[in-house]
Protein backbone atom coordinates (compact mmCIF):
# COMPACT_ATOMS: atom_id res chain seq x y z
CA UNK A 1 0.00 0.00 0.00
CA UNK A 2 3.09 2.50 0.75
CA UNK A 3 6.53 1.63 -0.78
CA UNK A 4 9.01 4.34 0.48
CA UNK A 5 12.43 3.17 -1.22
CA UNK A 6 16.04 4.09 -0.01
CA UNK A 7 14.78 7.79 0.34
CA UNK A 8 17.39 10.54 1.64
CA UNK A 9 16.02 13.97 2.68
CA UNK A 10 18.63 16.83 3.86
CA UNK A 11 17.52 20.19 4.97
CA UNK A 12 19.87 22.65 4.62
CA UNK A 13 19.71 26.14 6.28
CA UNK A 14 22.60 28.87 6.20
CA UNK A 15 25.20 27.06 7.36
CA UNK A 16 24.02 23.84 9.15
CA UNK A 17 22.53 20.70 7.12
CA UNK A 18 20.45 18.22 8.87
CA UNK A 19 20.26 15.09 7.48
CA UNK A 20 17.02 14.02 8.53
CA UNK A 21 16.51 10.90 6.40
CA UNK A 22 19.05 8.36 4.94
CA UNK A 23 18.29 5.84 2.55
CA UNK A 24 15.15 4.94 4.76
CA UNK A 25 12.87 1.75 2.75
CA UNK A 26 9.43 0.62 4.58
CA UNK A 27 6.94 -0.90 3.31
CA UNK A 28 3.24 -0.80 4.61
CA UNK A 29 0.79 -3.80 3.38
CA UNK A 30 -2.68 -3.18 2.89
CA UNK A 31 -4.66 -3.00 6.31
CA UNK A 32 -1.76 -3.02 8.65
CA UNK A 33 -1.36 -0.79 11.41
CA UNK A 34 2.24 0.02 10.54
CA UNK A 35 4.11 1.63 13.89
CA UNK A 36 7.60 4.41 13.45
CA UNK A 37 8.96 4.97 16.75
CA UNK A 38 12.00 7.27 17.36
CA UNK A 39 13.15 10.28 19.68
CA UNK A 40 12.23 13.88 18.52
CA UNK A 41 14.51 14.60 16.07
CA UNK A 42 14.87 10.80 14.22
CA UNK A 43 13.23 11.64 10.47
CA UNK A 44 10.33 10.21 11.89
CA UNK A 45 7.62 13.22 10.62
CA UNK A 46 9.92 13.95 8.03
CA UNK A 47 9.26 10.84 7.19
CA UNK A 48 5.33 10.11 7.14
CA UNK A 49 4.79 13.53 5.55
CA UNK A 50 6.68 11.79 2.20
CA UNK A 51 3.68 9.49 2.21
CA UNK A 52 0.84 12.50 1.38
CA UNK A 53 3.91 14.80 0.07
CA UNK A 54 3.87 17.56 2.32
CA UNK A 55 7.62 16.49 1.97
CA UNK A 56 9.59 15.56 -1.16
CA UNK A 57 12.64 13.19 -0.97
CA UNK A 58 15.70 14.27 -2.36
CA UNK A 59 16.47 10.72 -3.48
CA UNK A 60 14.05 7.74 -3.89
CA UNK A 61 10.92 6.76 -4.68
CA UNK A 62 7.54 7.05 -2.92
CA UNK A 63 4.76 4.92 -4.31
CA UNK A 64 1.35 4.77 -2.54
CA UNK A 65 -1.24 2.27 -4.25
CA UNK A 66 0.63 1.55 -6.53
CA UNK A 67 1.08 5.19 -7.67
CA UNK A 68 4.39 6.99 -7.31
CA UNK A 69 4.21 10.59 -5.75
CA UNK A 70 6.70 12.95 -7.75
CA UNK A 71 4.52 12.19 -10.97
CA UNK A 72 1.63 13.61 -9.40
CA UNK A 73 0.84 17.63 -10.32
CA UNK A 74 -1.78 19.77 -9.11
CA UNK A 75 -4.73 18.16 -9.24
CA UNK A 76 -3.82 14.97 -9.31
CA UNK A 77 -1.58 15.37 -6.24
CA UNK A 78 -5.20 16.70 -4.43
CA UNK A 79 -7.45 14.36 -5.58
CA UNK A 80 -4.30 11.37 -4.05
CA UNK A 81 -4.26 13.07 -0.81
CA UNK A 82 -8.19 12.70 -0.44
CA UNK A 83 -7.22 9.15 -0.53
CA UNK A 84 -4.79 9.81 2.58
CA UNK A 85 -6.13 10.78 6.29
CA UNK A 86 -4.02 12.57 8.44
CA UNK A 87 -4.60 13.25 12.26
CA UNK A 88 -2.23 15.59 13.73
CA UNK A 89 -0.27 15.80 17.84
CA UNK A 90 -2.10 19.39 17.99
CA UNK A 91 -5.02 18.38 16.25
CA UNK A 92 -4.66 21.51 13.66
CA UNK A 93 -8.81 22.39 13.87
CA UNK A 94 -10.46 25.47 13.19
CA UNK A 95 -10.46 26.65 16.74
CA UNK A 96 -13.68 28.99 16.72
CA UNK A 97 -15.60 26.88 14.42
CA UNK A 98 -18.28 24.05 15.19
CA UNK A 99 -17.39 20.52 15.52
CA UNK A 100 -19.42 19.79 12.37
CA UNK A 101 -17.89 22.39 10.00
CA UNK A 102 -14.43 20.86 10.68
CA UNK A 103 -15.74 17.77 9.65
CA UNK A 104 -17.61 19.03 6.77
CA UNK A 105 -14.50 21.05 5.55
CA UNK A 106 -12.73 18.49 3.40
CA UNK A 107 -16.37 17.35 2.07
CA UNK A 108 -16.59 21.04 1.21
CA UNK A 109 -13.39 20.98 -0.64
CA UNK A 110 -14.41 18.34 -3.10
CA UNK A 111 -18.20 20.04 -4.03
CA UNK A 112 -19.97 17.81 -2.51
CA UNK A 113 -23.94 18.90 -1.85
CA UNK A 114 -25.51 19.79 1.21
CA UNK A 115 -27.33 16.77 1.79
CA UNK A 116 -24.32 14.54 1.46
CA UNK A 117 -22.12 16.65 3.98
CA UNK A 118 -24.41 16.45 6.43
CA UNK A 119 -24.91 12.54 5.97
CA UNK A 120 -21.28 11.83 5.82
CA UNK A 121 -20.33 14.03 8.71
CA UNK A 122 -23.23 12.44 10.64
CA UNK A 123 -22.03 8.91 9.60
CA UNK A 124 -18.15 9.81 11.14
CA UNK A 125 -19.17 11.68 13.88
CA UNK A 126 -21.45 8.92 14.92
CA UNK A 127 -18.49 6.48 14.80
CA UNK A 128 -15.86 9.07 16.90
CA UNK A 129 -18.97 9.14 19.56
CA UNK A 130 -19.32 12.42 19.23
CA UNK A 131 -22.49 12.88 17.83
CA UNK A 132 -23.99 14.94 20.70
CA UNK A 133 -21.03 17.45 20.28
CA UNK A 134 -22.05 18.26 16.75
CA UNK A 135 -22.71 21.94 17.44
CA UNK A 136 -19.78 22.57 20.08
CA UNK A 137 -17.13 24.90 18.97
CA UNK A 138 -13.97 23.49 19.03
CA UNK A 139 -12.73 25.45 21.88
CA UNK A 140 -14.76 23.86 24.15
CA UNK A 141 -14.03 20.69 23.73
CA UNK A 142 -11.54 18.42 25.69
CA UNK A 143 -8.26 17.32 23.65
CA UNK A 144 -9.22 13.95 23.69
CA UNK A 145 -12.61 14.90 21.92
CA UNK A 146 -10.82 17.63 19.84
CA UNK A 147 -8.20 14.43 18.35
CA UNK A 148 -11.90 12.59 17.87
CA UNK A 149 -12.98 15.41 15.68
CA UNK A 150 -9.39 15.29 14.56
CA UNK A 151 -10.15 11.63 13.56
CA UNK A 152 -13.67 12.04 12.29
CA UNK A 153 -12.13 15.02 9.90
CA UNK A 154 -9.56 12.63 8.47
CA UNK A 155 -12.13 9.97 7.59
CA UNK A 156 -14.63 11.58 6.23
CA UNK A 157 -13.36 11.68 2.46
CA UNK A 158 -13.34 7.98 3.33
CA UNK A 159 -9.67 7.18 2.88
CA UNK A 160 -7.88 4.30 2.16
CA UNK A 161 -4.60 5.32 4.45
CA UNK A 162 -4.62 7.25 7.60
CA UNK A 163 -1.67 8.89 9.07
CA UNK A 164 -1.16 9.98 12.46
CA UNK A 165 1.67 12.42 13.57
CA UNK A 166 2.01 12.04 17.05
CA UNK A 167 -1.83 11.40 17.34
CA UNK A 168 -1.55 10.58 21.28
CA UNK A 169 1.24 12.44 22.22
CA UNK A 170 -0.64 15.33 23.75
CA UNK A 171 -2.86 13.40 25.46
CA UNK A 172 -3.10 11.55 28.87
CA UNK A 173 -2.37 8.30 29.61
CA UNK A 174 -6.36 7.55 29.84
CA UNK A 175 -7.46 9.16 27.03
CA UNK A 176 -4.61 8.05 24.73
CA UNK A 177 -5.88 4.53 25.50
CA UNK A 178 -9.16 5.56 23.75
CA UNK A 179 -8.16 7.61 21.32
CA UNK A 180 -5.72 4.07 20.43
CA UNK A 181 -8.95 1.56 20.78
CA UNK A 182 -10.23 4.14 18.62
CA UNK A 183 -7.53 4.26 16.04
CA UNK A 184 -8.15 0.15 15.87
CA UNK A 185 -11.53 0.13 15.42
CA UNK A 186 -11.07 2.18 12.41
CA UNK A 187 -8.72 0.01 10.96
CA UNK A 188 -10.40 -3.50 11.66
CA UNK A 189 -13.84 -1.74 10.67
CA UNK A 190 -13.22 0.22 7.80
CA UNK A 191 -10.30 -1.31 6.47
CA UNK A 192 -7.90 1.35 6.76
CA UNK A 193 -4.39 1.39 6.45
CA UNK A 194 -2.65 3.55 9.55
CA UNK A 195 1.07 4.87 9.69
CA UNK A 196 2.02 5.84 12.57
CA UNK A 197 4.83 7.97 13.87
CA UNK A 198 4.93 8.12 17.96
CA UNK A 199 8.13 8.37 20.99
CA UNK A 200 5.71 6.26 23.33
CA UNK A 201 6.35 2.64 22.79
CA UNK A 202 2.71 2.02 24.87
CA UNK A 203 1.42 3.28 21.18
CA UNK A 204 3.41 0.52 19.32
CA UNK A 205 2.23 -2.31 22.16
CA UNK A 206 -1.24 -1.52 22.02
CA UNK A 207 -1.83 -1.58 18.35
CA UNK A 208 0.72 -1.93 16.00
CA UNK A 209 1.00 -4.97 14.11
CA UNK A 210 4.89 -4.02 12.71
CA UNK A 211 7.30 -1.35 13.86
CA UNK A 212 10.30 0.16 13.00
CA UNK A 213 12.68 2.03 14.98
CA UNK A 214 14.27 5.44 13.80
CA UNK A 215 17.49 7.32 14.62
CA UNK A 216 19.54 9.63 13.24
CA UNK A 217 17.56 9.66 10.39
CA UNK A 218 17.85 5.63 9.48
CA UNK A 219 15.62 2.73 10.20
CA UNK A 220 17.56 0.52 12.63
CA UNK A 221 15.20 -2.23 13.23
CA UNK A 222 12.05 -3.73 11.56
CA UNK A 223 9.71 -6.46 11.99
CA UNK A 224 6.32 -7.86 13.86
CA UNK A 225 6.01 -6.01 16.95
CA UNK A 226 6.06 -9.11 19.47
CA UNK A 227 9.62 -9.94 17.50
CA UNK A 228 11.07 -6.56 18.04
CA UNK A 229 9.63 -6.66 21.87
CA UNK A 230 10.82 -10.25 22.31
CA UNK A 231 14.55 -10.03 20.01
CA UNK A 232 15.30 -6.57 20.46
CA UNK A 233 18.84 -5.92 18.35
CA UNK A 234 20.11 -2.26 18.98
CA UNK A 235 20.58 -0.39 21.76
CA UNK A 236 17.77 2.21 21.06
CA UNK A 237 15.29 -0.43 20.65
CA UNK A 238 16.27 -1.93 23.84
CA UNK A 239 15.49 1.11 25.18
CA UNK A 240 12.25 1.76 24.18
CA UNK A 241 11.36 -1.59 24.91
CA UNK A 242 11.94 -0.59 28.62
CA UNK A 243 9.97 2.02 28.55
CA UNK A 244 6.68 -0.56 28.52
CA UNK A 245 8.35 -3.71 29.68
CA UNK A 246 10.30 -3.38 33.00
CA UNK A 247 12.88 -6.17 33.23
CA UNK A 248 15.18 -3.93 36.02
CA UNK A 249 15.45 -5.29 39.48
CA UNK A 250 14.16 -3.15 42.00
CA UNK A 251 16.65 -1.16 43.57
CA UNK A 252 15.82 -2.64 47.17
CA UNK A 253 16.72 -6.72 45.55
CA UNK A 254 20.33 -5.93 45.15
CA UNK A 255 21.03 -6.50 48.40
CA UNK A 256 19.25 -9.63 48.59
CA UNK A 257 21.09 -11.14 45.25
CA UNK A 258 24.16 -10.07 46.76
CA UNK A 259 23.05 -11.52 50.32
CA UNK A 260 23.08 -14.78 48.52
CA UNK A 261 26.35 -16.75 49.25
CA UNK A 262 25.80 -19.81 47.38
CA UNK A 263 26.88 -19.92 43.66
CA UNK A 264 24.50 -18.50 41.37
CA UNK A 265 23.43 -16.94 38.05
CA UNK A 266 21.09 -14.27 37.11
CA UNK A 267 19.03 -15.29 34.06
CA UNK A 268 16.54 -13.06 32.27
CA UNK A 269 13.57 -15.49 30.73
CA UNK A 270 10.74 -14.24 28.24
CA UNK A 271 7.66 -16.19 26.90
CA UNK A 272 6.44 -15.15 23.84
CA UNK A 273 2.74 -15.47 22.95
CA UNK A 274 2.52 -19.56 23.62
CA UNK A 275 6.00 -20.40 21.98
CA UNK A 276 5.98 -22.07 25.75
CA UNK A 277 4.10 -25.10 26.60
CA UNK A 278 5.99 -26.52 29.74
CA UNK A 279 5.96 -25.30 33.03
CA UNK A 280 9.82 -23.99 32.95
CA UNK A 281 10.21 -22.74 36.05
CA UNK A 282 8.84 -25.20 37.88
CA UNK A 283 10.80 -27.68 35.94
CA UNK A 284 13.89 -25.70 37.15
CA UNK A 285 13.38 -26.44 40.53
CA UNK A 286 12.02 -30.25 40.35
CA UNK A 287 13.59 -31.29 37.30
CA UNK A 288 16.80 -29.72 36.99
CA UNK A 289 16.87 -29.61 41.19
CA UNK A 290 17.97 -25.80 41.19
CA UNK A 291 16.92 -23.13 43.43
CA UNK A 292 15.34 -20.52 41.95
CA UNK A 293 14.45 -16.76 42.91
CA UNK A 294 12.52 -14.24 41.02
CA UNK A 295 13.65 -11.21 41.53
CA UNK A 296 11.13 -9.63 38.69
CA UNK A 297 8.29 -10.39 36.71
CA UNK A 298 6.07 -8.69 34.26
CA UNK A 299 3.40 -9.54 31.85
CA UNK A 300 2.70 -7.64 29.08
CA UNK A 301 -0.37 -7.89 26.41
CA UNK A 302 -0.18 -6.86 22.37
CA UNK A 303 -1.91 -7.69 19.97
CA UNK A 304 -4.15 -10.70 21.15
CA UNK A 305 -0.46 -12.18 22.81
CA UNK A 306 1.25 -11.95 25.99
CA UNK A 307 4.54 -11.79 26.95
CA UNK A 308 6.41 -12.33 30.01
CA UNK A 309 9.46 -11.30 31.28
CA UNK A 310 11.39 -13.31 34.11
CA UNK A 311 14.42 -12.23 36.15
CA UNK A 312 15.70 -15.00 37.93
CA UNK A 313 18.33 -16.57 40.34
CA UNK A 314 19.26 -19.92 39.69
CA UNK A 315 21.14 -21.29 42.92
CA UNK A 316 23.67 -24.49 42.26
CA UNK A 317 26.31 -26.06 40.67
CA UNK A 318 28.22 -24.40 37.94
CA UNK A 319 27.06 -28.00 35.95
CA UNK A 320 23.91 -27.93 37.53
CA UNK A 321 22.97 -24.54 36.31
CA UNK A 322 24.63 -25.02 33.16
CA UNK A 323 22.12 -27.86 32.40
CA UNK A 324 19.32 -25.68 32.94
CA UNK A 325 20.12 -23.12 30.67
CA UNK A 326 20.39 -25.64 27.79
CA UNK A 327 16.75 -26.79 28.99
CA UNK A 328 15.47 -23.29 29.03
CA UNK A 329 16.89 -23.01 25.19
CA UNK A 330 15.59 -26.17 24.45
CA UNK A 331 12.13 -25.27 25.33
CA UNK A 332 11.51 -22.00 23.31
CA UNK A 333 11.66 -19.54 25.89
CA UNK A 334 14.52 -16.36 25.41
CA UNK A 335 16.78 -16.60 28.03
CA UNK A 336 19.32 -13.73 28.45
CA UNK A 337 22.25 -14.10 31.02
CA UNK A 338 22.67 -10.73 33.02
CA UNK A 339 25.28 -9.31 35.31
CA UNK A 340 25.11 -7.13 37.84
CA UNK A 341 27.47 -4.03 37.80
CA UNK A 342 28.35 -3.64 41.76
CA UNK A 343 29.46 0.11 40.68
CA UNK A 344 27.19 1.36 39.15
CA UNK A 345 24.16 -1.16 40.74
CA UNK A 346 22.97 -1.87 37.19
CA UNK A 347 22.18 -4.69 35.18
CA UNK A 348 24.42 -5.30 32.15
CA UNK A 349 23.71 -7.87 29.68
CA UNK A 350 27.47 -7.83 28.94
CA UNK A 351 30.10 -8.88 32.41
CA UNK A 352 31.56 -6.24 34.39
CA UNK A 353 34.54 -6.45 36.24
CA UNK A 354 33.28 -7.61 38.85
CA UNK A 355 30.64 -10.56 37.49
CA UNK A 356 28.41 -12.45 39.73
CA UNK A 357 29.56 -15.47 39.27
CA UNK B 1 -34.51 72.81 8.88
CA UNK B 2 -33.18 74.69 5.75
CA UNK B 3 -32.60 77.47 8.69
CA UNK B 4 -30.79 75.36 10.31
CA UNK B 5 -28.38 74.32 7.56
CA UNK B 6 -27.88 78.33 6.79
CA UNK B 7 -27.17 78.94 10.46
CA UNK B 8 -23.49 79.77 11.38
CA UNK B 9 -20.84 77.59 13.79
CA UNK B 10 -17.84 79.17 14.27
CA UNK B 11 -17.60 80.93 11.04
CA UNK B 12 -19.17 78.69 8.82
CA UNK B 13 -22.38 77.40 7.65
CA UNK B 14 -23.52 74.02 9.63
CA UNK B 15 -24.35 73.06 5.62
CA UNK B 16 -20.47 73.59 4.69
CA UNK B 17 -19.35 71.32 7.81
CA UNK B 18 -21.64 68.87 7.14
CA UNK B 19 -20.02 69.16 3.54
CA UNK B 20 -17.36 68.41 4.45
CA UNK B 21 -17.98 65.76 7.02
CA UNK B 22 -19.59 64.21 4.47
CA UNK B 23 -16.82 64.31 2.09
CA UNK B 24 -13.81 62.77 4.86
CA UNK B 25 -16.36 59.63 5.21
CA UNK B 26 -16.40 59.23 1.54
CA UNK B 27 -12.46 59.54 0.81
CA UNK B 28 -12.08 57.39 3.91
CA UNK B 29 -14.69 54.88 2.97
CA UNK B 30 -14.09 54.91 -0.45
CA UNK B 31 -10.28 54.80 -0.33
CA UNK B 32 -10.45 52.13 2.38
CA UNK B 33 -12.15 49.67 0.62
CA UNK B 34 -10.10 49.50 -2.46
CA UNK B 35 -6.99 49.58 -0.31
CA UNK B 36 -8.34 46.86 1.65
CA UNK B 37 -8.99 44.79 -1.84
CA UNK B 38 -5.36 45.99 -3.53
CA UNK B 39 -3.44 45.22 0.03
CA UNK B 40 -5.08 41.79 0.87
CA UNK B 41 -4.17 40.70 -2.30
CA UNK B 42 -0.70 41.84 -1.56
CA UNK B 43 -0.39 40.54 2.01
CA UNK B 44 -1.87 37.22 0.35
CA UNK B 45 1.02 37.21 -2.20
CA UNK B 46 3.63 38.35 0.68
CA UNK B 47 2.26 35.76 2.89
CA UNK B 48 1.88 32.57 -0.27
CA UNK B 49 5.34 33.36 -1.68
CA UNK B 50 7.27 34.33 1.86
CA UNK B 51 10.13 31.39 2.42
CA UNK B 52 8.07 28.69 3.79
CA UNK B 53 4.95 29.63 2.14
CA UNK B 54 2.19 27.89 0.15
CA UNK B 55 3.94 28.82 -3.07
CA UNK B 56 7.61 27.76 -3.56
CA UNK B 57 9.62 28.15 -6.52
CA UNK B 58 12.16 30.66 -7.90
CA UNK B 59 8.67 32.51 -9.67
CA UNK B 60 7.42 32.60 -6.07
CA UNK B 61 10.99 34.10 -4.65
CA UNK B 62 10.96 37.06 -7.30
CA UNK B 63 7.39 37.81 -7.19
CA UNK B 64 8.12 38.21 -3.47
CA UNK B 65 11.24 40.20 -3.76
CA UNK B 66 9.04 42.97 -6.21
CA UNK B 67 6.22 42.80 -3.95
CA UNK B 68 8.25 43.44 -0.72
CA UNK B 69 10.02 46.39 -2.18
CA UNK B 70 7.18 48.08 -3.97
CA UNK B 71 5.37 48.17 -0.26
CA UNK B 72 8.82 49.26 1.51
CA UNK B 73 9.66 52.00 -1.02
CA UNK B 74 5.73 53.24 -0.81
CA UNK B 75 5.53 52.91 2.42
CA UNK B 76 8.88 55.27 2.94
CA UNK B 77 7.51 58.04 1.64
CA UNK B 78 5.45 60.89 3.13
CA UNK B 79 2.21 61.14 2.54
CA UNK B 80 2.25 64.86 1.61
CA UNK B 81 4.89 64.05 -0.46
CA UNK B 82 3.57 60.83 -2.31
CA UNK B 83 0.20 63.17 -2.75
CA UNK B 84 2.28 66.15 -4.75
CA UNK B 85 4.64 63.20 -6.75
CA UNK B 86 2.00 61.54 -8.17
CA UNK B 87 -0.39 64.49 -9.14
CA UNK B 88 0.36 64.04 -13.14
CA UNK B 89 -0.66 60.88 -12.43
CA UNK B 90 -3.63 61.32 -10.58
CA UNK B 91 -4.57 63.79 -13.10
CA UNK B 92 -3.55 61.68 -16.37
CA UNK B 93 -6.79 58.87 -14.80
CA UNK B 94 -9.10 61.41 -13.14
CA UNK B 95 -8.50 63.92 -15.67
CA UNK B 96 -8.12 66.38 -12.22
CA UNK B 97 -6.44 66.49 -9.11
CA UNK B 98 -9.06 68.65 -7.47
CA UNK B 99 -12.08 67.06 -5.86
CA UNK B 100 -12.62 64.07 -2.85
CA UNK B 101 -12.79 61.32 -5.92
CA UNK B 102 -9.52 62.56 -7.19
CA UNK B 103 -7.89 62.33 -3.75
CA UNK B 104 -9.02 58.40 -3.88
CA UNK B 105 -5.98 57.81 -6.23
CA UNK B 106 -3.29 59.55 -3.87
CA UNK B 107 -5.23 57.79 -0.87
CA UNK B 108 -5.29 54.74 -2.09
CA UNK B 109 -1.76 54.24 -3.75
CA UNK B 110 -0.82 55.45 0.17
CA UNK B 111 -3.12 53.08 2.28
CA UNK B 112 -2.82 49.78 0.50
CA UNK B 113 0.80 48.64 1.00
CA UNK B 114 0.37 49.73 4.79
CA UNK B 115 -2.63 47.78 4.83
CA UNK B 116 -0.95 44.91 2.96
CA UNK B 117 1.86 44.90 5.95
CA UNK B 118 -0.20 45.05 8.44
CA UNK B 119 -2.76 42.18 6.84
CA UNK B 120 0.17 40.17 6.33
CA UNK B 121 0.65 40.11 9.98
CA UNK B 122 -2.22 38.96 10.32
CA UNK B 123 -2.46 36.48 8.08
CA UNK B 124 1.08 35.28 9.55
CA UNK B 125 -0.91 34.51 13.15
CA UNK B 126 -2.54 31.50 11.12
CA UNK B 127 -0.86 28.76 12.77
CA UNK B 128 0.86 26.07 10.10
CA UNK B 129 0.08 23.87 11.59
CA UNK B 130 -3.59 24.50 10.03
CA UNK B 131 -2.05 25.19 6.57
CA UNK B 132 -0.41 21.74 6.79
CA UNK B 133 -4.13 20.29 7.75
CA UNK B 134 -5.62 21.97 4.87
CA UNK B 135 -2.76 20.47 1.87
CA UNK B 136 -2.96 17.29 3.84
CA UNK B 137 -6.77 17.52 3.08
CA UNK B 138 -6.03 18.14 -0.68
CA UNK B 139 -7.18 21.63 -0.71
CA UNK B 140 -5.24 23.81 -3.72
CA UNK B 141 -4.13 27.01 -3.11
CA UNK B 142 -7.28 29.21 -3.77
CA UNK B 143 -9.12 26.77 -1.11
CA UNK B 144 -6.34 27.02 1.72
CA UNK B 145 -7.26 31.22 1.09
CA UNK B 146 -11.06 30.88 1.70
CA UNK B 147 -11.57 28.07 3.89
CA UNK B 148 -8.42 28.41 5.86
CA UNK B 149 -5.99 31.29 6.14
CA UNK B 150 -8.49 33.62 5.71
CA UNK B 151 -11.22 33.11 8.08
CA UNK B 152 -8.78 31.75 11.12
CA UNK B 153 -6.95 35.26 10.57
CA UNK B 154 -10.33 37.43 10.12
CA UNK B 155 -10.85 38.58 13.18
CA UNK B 156 -6.79 39.93 13.80
CA UNK B 157 -7.25 41.36 10.09
CA UNK B 158 -10.81 43.57 10.96
CA UNK B 159 -8.80 45.14 13.93
CA UNK B 160 -5.58 46.01 11.82
CA UNK B 161 -8.36 47.35 9.06
CA UNK B 162 -9.34 49.60 11.97
CA UNK B 163 -5.88 51.06 12.55
CA UNK B 164 -5.57 51.54 8.83
CA UNK B 165 -8.75 53.23 8.88
CA UNK B 166 -7.12 56.11 11.67
CA UNK B 167 -4.04 55.96 9.49
CA UNK B 168 -6.50 56.97 6.14
CA UNK B 169 -8.52 59.69 8.19
CA UNK B 170 -5.26 61.31 9.08
CA UNK B 171 -4.30 61.24 5.83
CA UNK B 172 -7.28 62.32 3.94
CA UNK B 173 -6.61 65.68 6.09
CA UNK B 174 -3.66 66.03 4.16
CA UNK B 175 -5.41 65.04 0.81
CA UNK B 176 -8.12 67.66 1.12
CA UNK B 177 -5.75 70.72 1.90
CA UNK B 178 -4.48 69.92 -1.66
CA UNK B 179 -7.89 69.92 -3.51
CA UNK B 180 -9.91 66.98 -1.52
CA UNK B 181 -11.92 68.60 0.57
CA UNK B 182 -13.25 67.24 4.04
CA UNK B 183 -12.77 68.05 7.79
CA UNK B 184 -9.09 68.41 7.25
CA UNK B 185 -9.84 71.13 4.52
CA UNK B 186 -11.72 73.00 7.14
CA UNK B 187 -9.34 73.28 9.66
CA UNK B 188 -6.67 74.26 7.69
CA UNK B 189 -8.42 76.78 5.02
CA UNK B 190 -10.66 78.44 8.08
CA UNK B 191 -9.00 77.36 11.42
CA UNK B 192 -5.32 77.78 10.34
CA UNK B 193 -4.94 80.28 7.28
CA UNK B 194 -8.04 82.36 9.08
CA UNK B 195 -7.00 82.38 12.63
CA UNK B 196 -10.53 80.67 13.29
CA UNK B 197 -9.42 78.76 16.26
CA UNK B 198 -12.84 77.54 17.82
CA UNK B 199 -13.61 76.33 14.32
CA UNK B 200 -9.93 74.45 14.39
CA UNK B 201 -10.86 73.10 17.41
CA UNK B 202 -14.25 71.86 16.23
CA UNK B 203 -13.02 70.14 13.37
CA UNK B 204 -10.28 68.41 15.80
CA UNK B 205 -13.26 67.67 18.05
CA UNK B 206 -14.67 66.10 15.28
CA UNK B 207 -11.96 64.08 14.07
CA UNK B 208 -11.29 62.76 17.85
CA UNK B 209 -15.16 61.45 17.38
CA UNK B 210 -14.45 59.84 14.08
CA UNK B 211 -11.43 57.82 15.58
CA UNK B 212 -13.33 56.74 18.61
CA UNK B 213 -15.92 55.50 16.60
CA UNK B 214 -14.33 53.28 14.07
CA UNK B 215 -11.97 52.00 17.03
CA UNK B 216 -15.49 51.14 18.82
CA UNK B 217 -16.88 49.72 15.61
CA UNK B 218 -13.26 47.83 14.70
CA UNK B 219 -13.24 46.38 18.13
CA UNK B 220 -16.99 45.52 18.30
CA UNK B 221 -16.76 43.37 14.70
CA UNK B 222 -13.41 41.39 15.89
CA UNK B 223 -14.61 40.60 18.98
CA UNK B 224 -17.56 38.88 17.43
CA UNK B 225 -15.55 37.41 14.79
CA UNK B 226 -13.36 35.70 17.30
CA UNK B 227 -15.97 34.55 19.36
CA UNK B 228 -16.08 30.90 20.39
CA UNK B 229 -11.62 30.91 20.68
Redesign the interface.
Known amino acids: MIDIEHVSKTFREKKTEVRALRDVSIHVGRGEIYGIVGFSGAGKSTLIRLVNRLETPDEGTVRVAGEELSALKGNALHAMRRRIGMVFQQFNLLEGKTVYHNVAIPLILEHRSKAEIEKRVAEVLDFVELSDKRDAYVSQLSGGQKQRVGIARALATSPEILLCDEATSALDPQTTESILKLLKRVNEEMGITILLITHQMQVIQMICDRVAVMEHGQVVEEGEVLEVFGRPKEEVTKRFVRTVINDQVPETFYDTIRAENRHYRLEQLKFIGDSVNEPVIANLCRREGLEVNIIGANISQMQGSMMSVFILQLIGETEQIEAAEAYIDGSGALRQRLFIDWDSRTITEIPAGKGAD | MEDFLNSKVFGIKWSRLLLNCQQTLYMVGWALLIGTFIGLILALILVLTRKGGVVQGKAARIIYSIVNAYVNVVRSVPFVILLVTIMPFTRAIMGTTIGSTAALVPLVIYISPYLARLIENSLLEC?P??I??A??????TR?VIR??LV??TLGSMVLALTTGAIGLLGASAMAGYVGGGGIGDLALTYGYEKMNTPLMILTVVILVVFVQLIQLLGGAISRK?????
Open positions: SGIEAKAMGANQYFPELRAHR
